[in-house]
């Protein structure tokens, strides 16, 4: 028969090798009473206690008692893991029939599909360029000079030179306008749409990065009357054949004339007036910067934001919603 040391040294063995194992809260029960309960092997082997030499006894009881703490502190370490530890999978990969769902694409994302697609239709093309420009682009080719209130750092995201040109996060998609212009072959009808970034503070209706959607037309003989044509042609096919288009007088540096956009759209129920961007008549001095004659080409430009769109069509009263990525929030859409 083992003598009382070496039961105890295999005890702490296979105490600590069942517990690893033990991996559920029935599992873990059945090694407490198995190893600490009033009948476990613990117990049995401080029951012969009383039978070894005295000598033996201090030596013998302090180990034993060591051995209790040590198993019950492993315990409950191994219950509180077990305890915060995720659960078996709740889904069942290999059960034939299993409906997993579906997922959706982001309210944004589906939102800049649907307004490309509509102008995609009206013979616009897509055009793209780079969320980090130098202030040729993002300024000085859209007539806003140097010493601007626009180019205030209070009012950009500046990143340092780069080749002794100044960079920032693009404030507006306009840039994407000066490099299809510089690019592109006239007459010219593209729709610029992503990511513009301005040191907003966060509230219910400001973001420091939000979405824009650009319109440029570049020909020989047009006038506000084809812009307004356009707005209103993107105005019924995405709102309905009620919407209608109403042009506020504007200023903005690379148009002129320049107006606010609104559109009329159902809003709870009722069809409200809504501010949706910003456009014009090209200037003159953006057409000269990109090496085209103002005196041939004439142009119109609009810029729409993507969140007001999205909000105001879908009843959605804070932007900060969109991004935050509520499960919640998004599956309503």
Same mark, same amino acid.
């Given at each position: 028969?083992?003598?009382?040391?070496?039961?105890?040294?295999l005890?702490?063995?296979?105490?600590?090798?069942?517990?690893?194992?033990?991996?559920?809260?029935?599992?873990?029960?059945?090694?407490?009473?198995?190893?600490?309960?009033p009948?476990g092997?613990?117990?049995?082997?401080?029951?012969?206690?009383?039978?070894?030499?005295?000598?033996?006894?201090?030596?013998?009881?302090?180990?034993?008692?060591?051995?209790?703490?040590?198993?019950?502190?492993?315990?409950?370490?191994?219950?509180?893991?077990?305890?915060?530890a995720?659960?078996?999978?709740?889904?069942?990969?290999?059960?034939?029939?299993?409906?997993?769902?579906?997922?959706?694409?982001?309210?944004?994302?589906?939102?800049?599909?649907?307004?490309?697609?509509?102008?995609?239709?009206?013979?616009?093309?897509?055009?793209?360029?780079?969320?980090?420009?130098?202030?040729?682009?993002?300024?000085?080719?859209?007539?806003?000079?140097?010493?601007?209130?626009?180019?205030?750092?209070?009012?950009?995201?500046?990143?340092?030179? *780069?080749a002794?040109l $100044?960079?920032?996060? &693009?404030? +507006?998609?306009?840039? !994407?306008? =000066?490099?299809?212009?510089?690019?592109?072959p006239?007459?010219?009808?593209?729709?610029?749409?992503?990511?513009?970034?301005?040191?907003?503070?966060?509230?219910?209706?400001?973001?420091?990065?939000?979405?824009?959607?650009?319109?440029?037309?570049?020909?020989?003989?047009?006038?506000?009357?084809?812009?307004?044509?356009?707005?209103?042609?993107?105005?019924?096919?995405?709102?309905?054949?009620?919407?209608?288009?109403?042009m506020?007088?504007?200023?903005?540096?690379?148009?002129?004339?320049?107006? *606010?956009?609104?559109? $009329?759209?159902?809003? &709870?129920? +009722?069809?409200?007036? !809504?501010? =949706?961007?910003?456009?014009?008549?090209?200037?003159?001095?953006?057409?000269?910067?990109?090496?085209?004659?103002?005196e041939?080409?004439?142009?119109?430009?609009?810029?729409?934001?993507?969140?007001?769109?999205?909000?105001?069509?879908?009843g959605?009263?804070?932007?900060?919603?969109?991004?935050?990525?509520?499960?919640?929030?998004?599956?309503?859409?």
């Open positions: 028969m083992p003598s009382i040391a070496d039961e105890i040294d005890l702490v063995v296979s105490a600590d090798s069942a517990l690893v194992a033990a991996n559920s809260a029935l599992a873990l029960e059945e090694w407490r009473v198995s190893y600490l309960g009948s092997q613990l117990k049995s082997i401080m029951a012969r206690l009383k039978d070894a030499p005295r000598d033996e006894k201090p030596l013998l009881g302090k180990r034993l008692n060591e051995l209790k703490g040590h198993l019950e502190s492993s315990f409950e370490s191994r219950k509180s893991v077990t305890a915060t995720p659960s078996a999978s709740t889904i069942d990969v290999t059960e034939p029939g299993q409906s997993l769902g579906q997922g959706r694409r982001h309210i944004l994302s589906r939102t800049i599909d649907e307004i490309v697609d509509v102008f995609g239709r009206m013979g616009f093309s897509v055009a793209d360029g780079p969320e980090i420009e130098d202030e040729w682009h993002n300024f000085t080719a859209l007539n806003i000079p140097e010493g601007h209130p626009a180019r205030d750092a209070s009012d950009n995201f500046y990143m340092g030179d *780069e002794g $100044k960079r920032l996060l &693009r404030t +507006q998609t306009s840039t !994407v306008q =000066i490099r299809a212009m510089e690019s592109q006239l007459p010219l009808k593209v729709v610029a749409v992503g990511r513009v970034y301005r040191p907003d503070t966060h509230d219910a209706t400001h973001f420091s990065m939000f979405h824009q959607i650009e319109g440029l037309c570049i020909d020989r003989a047009l006038s506000l009357v084809d812009l307004k044509t356009a707005l209103l042609q993107f105005a019924r096919s995405y709102f309905g054949p009620e919407a209608e288009v109403r506020r007088p504007s200023f903005f540096p690379f148009t002129e004339p320049s107006a *606010e956009v609104d559109m $009329k759209m159902h809003i &709870r129920g +009722q069809l409200q007036w !809504v501010e =949706i961007g910003g456009c014009g008549m090209v200037d003159p001095n953006v057409l000269t910067a990109v090496g085209i004659d103002p041939q080409w004439r142009g119109y430009a609009f810029g729409l934001g993507v969140e007001r769109i999205a909000m105001r069509r879908y959605i009263s804070d932007i900060r919603w969109l991004f935050e990525n509520d499960a919640r929030f998004l599956r309503q859409f």
